[in-house]
């Protein structure tokens, strides 16, 4: 084949977020915001890799030079190159390829978009040689992924791969979950972009000052998504709604809040959500709240929007990766 695409959908974490990077549980969910990724043969022996996400660039032999986005394209485009070499050695192959891609998730807010690019990434490139297969585009993502984030427990590759709702936990890895009804949830930013890397680097100072404190929240937050299993399971809004406010009391106490995430939050439930929390890392980022019905999600994204910060409605996306 010449040509190739494929897209994947960025995530949201209900619930568990840092406390997973200690072995307890968290449940993700893949939303219907995607990137595309579509690879083409070219006569040349280089990559050269567009992008709409602020950076492209060219890697051939005599190094990257980048084309849009200065120094910075490099930290972004890195990982997205890292998953076209891991496939181009695994099918032996050297050949030159274009890449473009396009997005429709906003980049560093938590919503897995470094995950889901190199997802589609790995998967495109691999079209141009055969149908790829999920479980090795998953790993090659998870392999690129870690060029950003060492730590990263390769939840959100797994979850932008294979869709749906998804528990995971470092001893039981990843199971898939059912919903019981659909879930209309809204995003809202706070405009303020986070480094995951600095975030989890925090809250280790946090948990190697507060040993007890810690082992209890971390606790809480283990039962929290027990609990949450079962109110996702049985199709309990209500329920949900309140353990995703529960959820981020413990993510506040371990200081990975934000005053415009607490402001969205607020925003959120006066304007009749079932449960609001940040989602990801923090320090800023995103904020999910869980609405009652889609009208209820279509007024709380409204007020969210008439208080000046960007808001849109998701639902789970259930495809995962699309070649
Ligand atoms: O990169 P984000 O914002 O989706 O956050 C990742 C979630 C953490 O729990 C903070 C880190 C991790 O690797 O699980």
């Not at 209890?216 to 937050?221: F, G, I, N, Y």
Request: charged share 25%; with cysteine.
């Amino acid at each position: 084949m010449t040509s190739g695409k494929a897209s994947a959908p960025a995530k949201i974490i209900l619930f568990g977020e840092h406390f997973v990077v200690y072995g307890n549980p968290a449940i993700l969910a893949s939303i219907n915001r995607r990137i595309t990724v579509a690879a083409h043969t070219i006569k040349d022996n280089k990559i050269v890799i567009e992008s709409d996400i602020g950076a492209a660039g060219e890697y051939s032999n005599s190094g990257f030079n980048p084309i849009k986005g200065g120094k910075d394209a490099r930290e972004i485009l890195d990982p997205l190159y890292s998953a076209i070499r891991q496939i181009l050695a695994a099918r032996n192959q050297k050949i030159g390829i274009k890449i473009d891609v396009v997005s429709k998730v906003p980049h560093g807010l938590g919503l897995g978009s470094s995950a889901a690019s190199c997802v589609a990434m790995a998967a495109a490139v691999d079209s141009l040689f055969d149908r790829p297969d999920r479980q090795k585009v998953c790993e090659w993502a998870i392999e690129s992924e870690r060029m950003i984030h060492n730590n990263s427990s390769g939840a959100d590759c797994y979850v932008s791969t294979f869709g749906g709702l998804i528990h995971y936990s470092k001893s039981k890895g990843f199971k898939k979950m059912k919903s019981k009804s659909p879930l209309s949830m809204v995003i809202a930013s706070t405009g303020v972009r986070h480094s995951t890397g600095d975030l989890v680097a925090s809250v280790k100072k946090f948990k190697d000052k507060n040993e007890i404190l810690f082992s209890d929240l971390a606790k809480q937050a283990s039962d929290i998504c027990t609990q949450a299993m079962a109110a996702i399971s049985s199709g309990n809004k209500e329920k949900m709604g309140k353990l995703l406010s529960e959820n981020q009391a413990l993510l506040r106490q371990i200081g990975v809040s934000h005053e415009k995430a607490d402001d969205l939050i607020d925003i959120c439930n006066g304007a009749g959500a079932l449960g609001a929390k940040i989602t990801g890392a923090g320090g800023g980022g995103a904020v999910i709240a869980l609405a009652a019905s889609k009208q209820d999600s279509k007024k709380i994204a409204a007020k969210i929007k008439a208080r000046g910060y960007d808001s849109f409605e998701v639902e789970i996306d259930q495809a995962g990766l699309i070649v």
